[in-house]
């Protein structure tokens, strides 16, 4: 096995418990909790490299960690798309709904009624 599978399956081994420590601290600010993940995998990688010490070039390292923040970066964008898109259609749909509720209904008869224009 190269080291690049080894990091694979060293930081796999890790995700479930750093996923479950993330998804437990999700209700706060979300921007620091993605740098506060991201930063717990480049620690996986300084973990990793530091019990081969010596044998893993520093190219090869610098690589994963750009490799780690590259994909957290992605991701970050991702959410906070995401984000802005829900809250654009939530701030619609209230703003729909306080223009329906404002709007005057005149009843001309049991099941007729006029709204204004």
């Known amino acids: 096995m190269n080291q690049n599978e080894q990091l694979r399956t060293f930081l796999l081994s890790n995700a479930k418990r750093l996923t479950e420590e993330w ?9 620091p909790e993605f740098m506060r993940v991201r930063k ?9 490299v530091n019990t081969y010490e010596g044998s893993i070039e520093p190219k090869l390292i610098n690589a994963w960690e750009e490799h780690v923040i590259r994909i957290f970066d992605i991701t970050i964008l991702k959410f906070i ?15 729909e709904m306080i223009h329906e509720l404002s709007s005057p209904v005149i009843t001309i008869k049991k099941d007729i009624a006029l709204l204004p224009h």
């Open 81 to 95: 798309t995401a984000a802005e898109e829900t809250s654009s259609l939530q701030l619609k749909a209230q703003q």
């Open 23 to 31: 998804y437990d601290s999700l209700d706060k600010k979300m921007l």
């Open 40 to 48: 717990q995998y480049r620690d996986s990688i300084e973990e990793f």
